[in-house]
């Protein structure tokens, strides 16, 4: 386990000012410049500029020439809808027969923002499906508020319903995909997918057959309510995020006339799901201590365990939000910290 990361329970024991000192510059950097393109692209009339937000973040194509070990294509999994998925693979240089899991990865962006093709999100998974030999599957699903709640959550179902479909000789998944050893993973709204499509699969209404989720990964999962947390309060200056930019975004994606208490935002509230008869596989919840959203988070983390559910915690003092997706040490010790959890 990674010195920064800790299975516990965190307090504030540091200010935030002396924990911001010790972001390497490029961290900074990239997390002022995200800040500010959120910003510019968001309208007043709640739409979002999405030529200017192309300008802010640079997306990069599949490569299906190996690229630090991993290649890369895409493939639409619905024509009618244009969701795709960009599939990272492993080079198999020893046993070419090797089986290898798959990993269903579901970007951020507070549901409004971001792709599967961003440069970061694209080098993250590719880093992911090298370092724990796995087969990523990272979905692009519609963005609102052109397409309000549910449609990403419809999205990233069908997602698994392509890759429950997608073998013979026509298959377009390799042969070294394992669906039989499948994970889900989001980071920020896309931990937020893995809660909602992830209970959605558990219940068990539809047969996945081949597929079948071994656990879930929620990477700083984006949850929310009317109440205002003690770390909404106190980590106003933060990098990356601001509550007012995760208001937005809800009032974004949430259906017309619904409050931050609807039971997509607010799970573990008075309108969130009654889970406790469905058997979710186990849970990793991954934190940052200058995330404003963590106490949404932690008490994600206690609503699985008072639900009786397996759940596990890494808590990064250090890490901003989006964190795993920045250059520095903390996102590469966070791939090997998932290591544990990803093998059992």
Same mark, same amino acid.
């Given at each position: ?35 500010q393109g959120s910003y510019f692209t968001r309208r007043s009339d709640g739409t979002v500029n999405r030529g ?78 090298k370092r724990r030999r796995v087969v990523v599957v990272s979905v692009e699903y519609r963005l609102a508020p ?46 937020? $997918?893995?809660? +909602? /499509? ?5 219940? @068990?209404? *539809?047969?996945? !057959? %081949?597929?079948? $989720?071994?656990? +879930? /990964? ?5 949850? @929310?309510? *009317?109440?205002? !947390? %003690? ?34 935002a607010n799970v573990v509230g008075y309108g969130g799901a009654e889970i406790s008869a469905v058997q979710l ?64």
């Amino acid at each position: 386990m990674a010195e920064d990361a800790k299975i516990m329970k965190p307090e504030y024991q540091q200010g935030v000012e002396e924990i911001r000192k010790t972001l390497p510059r490029r961290v900074k950097w990239i997390c002022w410049f995200v800040k500010q393109g959120s910003y510019f692209t968001r309208r007043s009339d709640g739409t979002v500029n999405r030529g200017l937000a192309s300008w802010f973040l640079h997306s990069v194509p599949a490569n299906e020439t190996p690229d630090r070990g991993v290649y890369s294509r895409d493939a639409v999994i619905d024509p009618l809808t244009g969701v795709w998925v960009r599939l990272f693979i492993p080079v198999l240089e020893d046993d070419k027969s090797e089986k290898l899991p798959v990993v269903v990865y579901f970007h951020g962006g507070g549901f409004c923002m971001l792709s599967a093709a961003q440069e970061n999100y694209d080098l993250f998974c590719r880093r992911l499906a090298k370092r724990r030999r796995v087969v990523v599957v990272s979905v692009e699903y519609r963005l609102a508020p052109e397409h309000k709640f549910p449609v990403a959550y419809e999205d990233c179902y069908a997602a698994l319903l392509w890759l429950r479909n997608d073998h013979g000789e026509s298959s377009f998944l390799p042969r070294c995909a394992d669906v039989s050893r499948c994970f889900l993973m989001g980071e920020s709204a896309g931990g937020n $997918i893995v809660h +909602h /499509v992830g209970c959605r699969v558990a219940e @068990g209404k *539809e047969d996945l !057959t %081949p597929l079948k $989720i071994l656990g +879930h /990964v929620l990477i700083q999962p984006f949850f @929310g309510g *009317e109440e205002r !947390t %003690p770390s909404e309060l106190a980590l106003t200056d933060v990098p990356l995020i601001s509550v007012d930019a995760c208001d937005w975004s809800w009032k974004a994606f949430l259906p017309e006339g619904a409050n931050r208490d609807h039971p997509a935002a607010n799970v573990v509230g008075y309108g969130g799901a009654e889970i406790s008869a469905v058997q979710l596989p186990k849970s990793l919840v991954v934190i940052g201590g200058l995330d404003t959203l963590r106490d949404w988070q932690l008490r994600y983390f206690d609503y699985l365990k008072k639900m009786k559910k397996e759940v596990e915690l890494l808590f990064y003092e250090n890490g901003v939000h989006g964190f795993p997706l920045m250059p520095y040490d903390l996102s590469s010790s966070f791939l090997d910290d998932i290591s544990d959890f990803m093998q059992r």
